[in-house]
């Protein structure tokens, strides 16, 4: 066999390094557009775009910077560039693209602006918990825990949750008690009493005047377990929500999930109300037991006397003469307990 002979056309030569100059900066997107982003849908952010005659009535108020606003509604995707990174309902954006918000256009957000808060929530409610958080909301400053009086009875282990979540997310936390035509608040109301919660008492058919007030001007989440009355509250509180509402099935107490995805809507009297699906449960195994346990500042004296590290949980935990001395309720102690072994992986099902 001849043997091959090589020239300069066989050899590859590797380029030098100054020959095609690659850097990790990304366009800054100065000119981008800011937006709101008020729904999520597989992939597609619908966001609300200001329009340039309403941007110098903002509310100059923290927690709304940037989403108080009126304007046009802009779909949009998520720019490859941002990678990983998460969009929830509540977040603002920055767009690019075609933000006319005519029909089958498609905008792209370029750019999630800083968060000044994020609720999350683990996700223990199946065999395996893996801990991971899941993102509820973004930017709200008011969690609205909406729970019924009666049909479904309430479930302060599930309250006792979502205050905690509201703590860790540095937002401020609101009871809004439903159907109080069916059962008196008084039993409920006392046993947060200590915890300095405020809260709003609303039946069917009566004035909404109050939650309105307490809603206006704020970015609020709305959090419940099905068959509470939430998107009947959000109905009323928004004529044009339209969302699905059904009844508590009588054989589990339970409600349907109805409202299947958050969505944000914008008050007539200024503010914002965003309303999530019905939960059975509200995961905490992403927040360490020193928040949970600053969700119970009535208990917080009592674990001077524990032993370095106590998880509150073993015989050792001084909150059990604490709470025997009278200074707490025994009900608080044992909700917090469940919080904490829920924590750890372990059942809590019933969450009552």
């Given at each position: 066999?001849?043997?091959?002979?090589?020239?300069?056309?066989?050899?590859r030569v590797r380029p030098g390094k100054g020959s095609r100059p690659r850097t990790r900066i990304r366009p800054a997107h100065e000119d981008a557009t800011p937006g709101f982003v008020v729904a999520v849908d597989r992939g597609r952010y619908t966001c609300l775009v200001e329009s340039a005659g309403e941007k110098?009535?903002?509310?100059?108020?923290?927690?709304?910077?940037?989403?108080?606003?009126?304007?046009?509604?802009?779909?949009?995707?998520?720019?490859?560039?941002?990678?990983?990174?998460?969009?929830?309902?509540?977040?603002?954006?920055?767009?690019?693209?075609?933000?006319?918000?005519?029909?089958?256009?498609?905008?792209?957000?370029?750019?999630?602006?800083?968060?000044?808060?994020?609720?999350?929530?683990?996700?223990?409610?199946?065999?395996?918990?893996?801990?991971?958080?899941?993102?509820?909301?973004?930017?709200?400053?008011?969690?609205?825990?909406?729970?019924?009086?009666?049909?479904?009875?309430?479930?302060?282990?599930?309250?006792?949750?979502?205050?905690?979540?509201?703590?860790?997310?540095?937002?401020?936390?609101?009871?809004?008690?439903?159907?109080?035509?069916?059962?008196?608040?008084?039993?409920?109301?006392?046993?947060?009493?200590?915890?300095?919660?405020?809260?709003?008492?609303?039946?069917?058919?009566?004035?909404?005047?109050?939650?309105?007030?307490?809603?206006?001007?704020?970015?609020?989440?709305?959090?419940?377990?099905?068959?509470?009355?939430?998107?009947?509250?959000?109905?009323?509180?928004?004529?044009?929500?339209?969302?699905?509402?059904?009844?508590?099935?009588?054989?589990?107490?339970?409600?349907?999930?109805?409202?299947?995805?958050?969505?944000?809507?914008?008050?007539?009297?200024?503010?914002?109300?965003?309303?999530?699906?019905?939960?059975?449960?509200?995961?905490?195994?992403?927040?360490?037991?020193?928040?949970?346990?600053?969700?119970?500042?009535?208990?917080?004296?009592?674990?001077?006397?524990?032993?370095?590290?106590?998880?509150?949980?073993?015989?050792?935990?001084?909150?059990?003469?604490?709470?025997?001395?009278?200074?707490?309720?025994?009900?608080?102690?044992?909700?917090?307990?469940?919080?904490?072994?829920?924590?750890?992986?372990?059942?809590?099902?019933?969450?009552?």
């Open positions: 066999m001849r043997k091959r002979e090589y020239d300069e056309d066989d050899v110098g009535r903002r509310r100059k108020k923290d927690h709304a910077e940037g989403a108080a606003m009126s304007g046009r509604v802009v779909v949009a995707m998520k720019a490859r560039e941002l990678g990983r990174k998460g969009i929830v309902v509540g977040d603002r954006v920055a767009l690019v693209g075609d933000v006319s918000g005519m029909a089958d256009t498609l905008a792209r957000v370029v750019r999630v602006e800083p968060r000044t808060s994020m609720l999350r929530r683990s996700a223990d409610d199946t065999d395996n918990t893996d801990g991971i958080e899941r993102p509820v909301v973004a930017n709200a400053d008011q969690l609205v825990i909406v729970t019924a009086l009666a049909d479904p009875p309430p479930r302060p282990r599930m309250i006792d949750r979502m205050l905690v979540a509201a703590f860790d997310a540095d937002i401020d936390p609101m009871l809004c008690l439903t159907k109080s035509d069916l059962a008196s608040p008084d039993e409920l109301v006392s046993l947060y009493d200590p915890l300095g919660v405020p809260y709003v008492v609303v039946q069917k058919g009566g004035g909404l005047e109050e939650v309105r007030e307490c809603l206006k001007g704020r970015i609020s989440v709305l959090v419940g377990h099905s068959g509470v009355g939430k998107s009947t509250l959000v109905n009323a509180l928004v004529p044009d929500a339209n969302r699905a509402v059904s009844h508590v099935n009588a054989v589990t107490g339970r409600g349907r999930h109805t409202s299947t995805s958050a969505v944000a809507l914008e008050l007539p009297e200024g503010g914002w109300i965003i309303d999530t699906p019905g939960v059975r449960s509200f995961g905490l195994a992403h927040v360490s037991v020193e928040t949970v346990l600053a969700g119970f500042p009535d208990l917080i004296e009592g674990t001077v006397q524990c032993p370095k590290g106590c998880t509150h949980l073993s015989d050792e935990c001084a909150l059990d003469a604490w709470v025997a001395a009278g200074h707490a309720d025994p009900a608080r102690l044992a909700s917090l307990r469940r919080l904490l072994a829920s924590r750890e992986g372990a059942s809590d099902d019933d969450q009552s």
